[in-house]
Nanobody, 120 residues
């Protein structure tokens, strides 16, 4: 049974930084691509950054140059360092397998997420 636990969100002023962490219980963590997704209020959830098992990374245009994704396979943990935050980065942030999330039965599995709020 997969388990995803996100942490590190909070309230920050524009221009500030936050570091998100996500720990998973899956034993296959070190061979899969992981990603950070976000869901702004009233909008759909989307992938913003991903990292392969070999640590190759990919970013959405909106966060390139500001966000950095990394992973520690020994700890089954993926991180998202977010710098120069903007109000439009306000969202609930989730980690999951990328680009296709983990599934449980017929449904995508998501953790509880962590809220990031950026004030102007």
């Amino acid at each position: 049974q997969v388990q995803l636990v996100e942490s590190g969100g909070g309230l920050v002023q524009a221009g500030g930084s936050l570091r998100l962490s996500c720990t998973t219980s899956r034993s296959i963590f070190n061979i899969i691509t992981m990603g950070w997704y976000r869901q702004p209020p009233g909008k759909q959830r989307g992938l913003v950054a991903s990292i392969t098992s070999g640590s190759s990374t990919n970013y959405a245009d909106s966060v390139k140059g500001r966000f950095t994704i990394s992973r520690d396979n020994a700890k089954n943990t993926v991180y998202l360092q977010m710098n120069n935050l903007k109000p439009e980065d306000t969202a609930a942030y989730y980690c999951n397998k990328a680009p296709v999330p983990f599934r449980v039965g017929r449904d995508d599995y998501w953790g509880q997420g962590t809220q990031v709020t950026v004030s102007s």
